[in-house]
């Protein structure tokens, strides 16, 4: 591969899970209770495809990484002041709702909007990279939706590993059912891939790294173009929480085996 | 009509709990994106490695083991380690790091405060060597102790610091030195050989350390005084750790008695030296070197314990409000299954003392970096003009400064006249001269530090003790989530190393009574008294009669006399300096309190991401704000009436007494507590603060229901 790769990470901000996340409905449509005080996290998946961007980019001299963020403004800079730690990348911003509450369509065009306008980026060498679905919605369909707008045909979702061959073919695990795996290959960029876990440690945490960060972030942040998505231009007609159930009954003396045998009965429904 | 204050906005509820875009708003580092990320980077070691070596007993054991070792690197790569050096050295934070060594402090203790301890005990080894140390000495010794960088063939500096000794001998109260230095050889026109003879008593960091700044006394007639030396473990002689202390507390630090017998170069000695008459003079003796170190680094061991009360809160909540929850009875949606303990009026309104204090707490420590942070290069100014001007020794310097004192007091009368009717030229010349600046940060700086140190631990640990005793019994074991039985008994090491509470009161004994100060406080008063108008909610009213009351009774004590006739504000009086000591700290810690709300309140309002938020924060901190303010007037209410009446003579009981003391009909002899001159406008005083403690009931219910309302996170953040 010449020159490197152009590796764009799509990544956003989803509530710390650790939070009470618990639907309401506000004057613009369906949100979380507090929804703009809780503290987040960045997208798990999506953390996972750019600490993978971020070591490809090591790898391969002549790549850079970019970081493509639509989510709302002061709480990407919070945001950044973890993940701006972790490894060096460019930060792209489109100020918007980051919430569950919006559409993979409009999301996907705002991105792409964002993306087209990078500068200096080389289409032929990019390889799109984002989470396989995001904790704050899970649909999984943004990546696929951006990457045929963007004209990319190489498509690859729950990824775990991806290898450069000597050739410079791009050699890629994607998770399938029973915990297999399906093994391609393609040429090359430009290719998109929706990455699962991976299989990098998260990074630790070095103020050094953020310090060099935040000279491209601040400015990426004060030029942020705002977009509208989600609750405005989208009609819900229900939103709930799948319910949890808790049924607890005291026994004794009951052998382990009958226990076991009553839970796989109620998994089973 | 009669008119009420505001008394809360029903609307402006506590919505969640408060996140790091308020603390850094309250805290003053919003602007501060490395301060900012150092704060995430030691909160994910905290709740990460540290938390998970607590969870799994290591704690437990006292020998410095593989497990706790590793935490080293844990501090290295995230930032810890470097945090204190400079950008030349290789750090990455350039000017004064009070504040970002404080944030560090406040994070790991939220977990541990022995982790905080033990990172923080790295920089107390280097920091007589950052005080006072020689250039050459400063960039040697602060280089080598940023970790190892890959290709780098060395080995990273490990310091401890070492003064306190066995008994008989020096305890941090700077006292007799058992520690020795001689001259082991001196060869002419090359330099001096020495050789120290030291024992230490409780050394943190010992069962690593690999280099030892230690304090000694001269055992020979051509050294002159004490002083303080660097000791390097590869040094010829003795290097022994000695055995790890037996510490019931911070076992995430290292801790032994080690003995030192080393051969070290004079080079060695801290701020270099001099030869006189054949005699080595040293720039420093080890009393100041250890009074410009400790000076800094108490601030941040008050902050731990700031941190463990403020991280106690959310635990409990969960605790209180899950207290009956799975059981028969109760069913979800019932007030007992949402609210377990929450239903009850005490188990509430004891969490919001807890809260109360650790805001204080948090506020002053915090105040009290920043001061230092605004300080330190104002110190380092004026050390080159007093040189520039020929001010050379401690006593020039002290006249030199007390010919600058009227300026001083100069500077804060036009700050108290209104814009436009004073002198706007001189008042700017004042402004910008730094000895009148650097006397004015001193003045308080002196007060600050041991302020917080005392108050923070010592009252700190007291209201621990409610904590853990709001968690029932779960609160006195090692599993109980927030650790907060640990940090309970941590409490104690953090109100005794580094000076134990005595020696924070005597040193506020003086220094609170110089006249710098004093001037300062009466602007304080005043200040309080506008925000009473707009922001009563505070208890500013409450605050700022309890400062008059205490700055008039100082007043009083130190012009007094006992009922035997002695002076009743003297050095060892320690009955009378000690308890006003004590009542100051409260008034200083509810005043920054109030200060970090009204910031909130104003730079709250510029971040859209505080919109949703900012009422309930607001008028829940300033509801503790009051909380707090009340409690401090109480405490300055009691020690001073006490004080006040409790030296003067106990006349005999007549009937008079009895008829003053059962409600009857008194006459002026029947009220012999009176008798004393000038007690009559104590008691006006007095009455008047306590009057206005009106109000401070309902903001205590206030702020108890809302903690029965927050919402709060499903479970802890750690261990993680
Ligand atoms: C875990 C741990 C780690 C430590 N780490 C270090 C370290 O790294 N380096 C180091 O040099 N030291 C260290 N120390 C020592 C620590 O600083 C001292 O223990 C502390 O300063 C108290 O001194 P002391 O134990 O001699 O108490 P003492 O001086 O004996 O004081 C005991 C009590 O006597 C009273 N008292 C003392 N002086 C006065 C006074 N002037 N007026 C009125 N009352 C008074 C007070 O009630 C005081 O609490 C550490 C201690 C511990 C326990």
Redesign the interface.
Known sequence: MSGGFHIVVCGSLVPDPLQTLEPVQGPNGPGLKNEGMLPSVLDPWAGHSLFEAANLAKQVPGSKVWLVSLGPKPKLQQLMMTVAQKVPFELVVVDGNAGGFTESMEVAAALAGAINAIQGLDPSRLLLFGGCASASRDAGATMQILGEMLGIDEMFLGVDELKVQADGGLHVLERIEGGKYLASVCAGPPAMLGWATGNLPEPPNNPQVGMLNMRGIMPALQRAQAVKVGAGTLQFDAVQVPTQRRETRVVKDVPVEEIAQEIVEWLKG | MSQHADTGNAEANL??LP???VRQIMWRFADR??L??????AR?VARGPVARLVAEGQRNTHEWTEEKNALLA?YD???IT??FMEPEQGG?IAGPKNLALALIAFELAWVDGGAATGSLAGNLGLSPIHEKGTDEQKNHYMSLAVPVQPGEERETLRPAFCLTEPLPYVGVDTGVLSGKVKIKEWREGEEPVLHVEKRGRFITNMGFANVVTAAVDSDDPRIKGSCMVILEETDPGVWDRGAPTKKMVHQLSSTSDPVFSLTIPASRIIGGYTVEDGVIVPAFNHSQIIESVFRRTRVTVGLMSSAKLLSAVEPIIRYQRGRFR?GSSGAPGSPRFDLGLQQKEDSIQRLVDVWATGEASASLGFAAARVFDEFDPLEAQKDSILAAAGVEGPRAALRYFKSKQEEAMAFLRLTRQPAGERDEARLEDLRSDVIVQYMLGEAVANVVCPACKLWNTGHGVNVMREAVSLMGGYGITEDCPGFLGQKWMDGQLEATYEGPEAVQRRQLSVTMTHDLFLAQFEGWIAELREIAKTHPQTGACALSNAMELWQWVLNHLLGAKDADGKRLYAGARQGVTFPMADALCWLLAAYYQIQDVLELEVKGAE???????LPGFVSFFQDLCHVQSAAAAGEVGRVCTELVFGYTAQPLWSDSCHQCCSGGQATAEGRPCLAEDGLQDYLALRTRMDSCLCGTRMAKDRAAAALAQV???????YPR
Not at chain 2, 711 to 717: F, G, K, N, T
């Open positions: 919505k969640t996140g790091d875009d994106f490395d900012q990320m150092l704060v995430q980077s994910e844990a790569q995230a930032g470097t945090a990455f799975g971040n859209p991401a505080l919109a949703d938020g919402m709060i996170p499903e479970a802890l953040d």
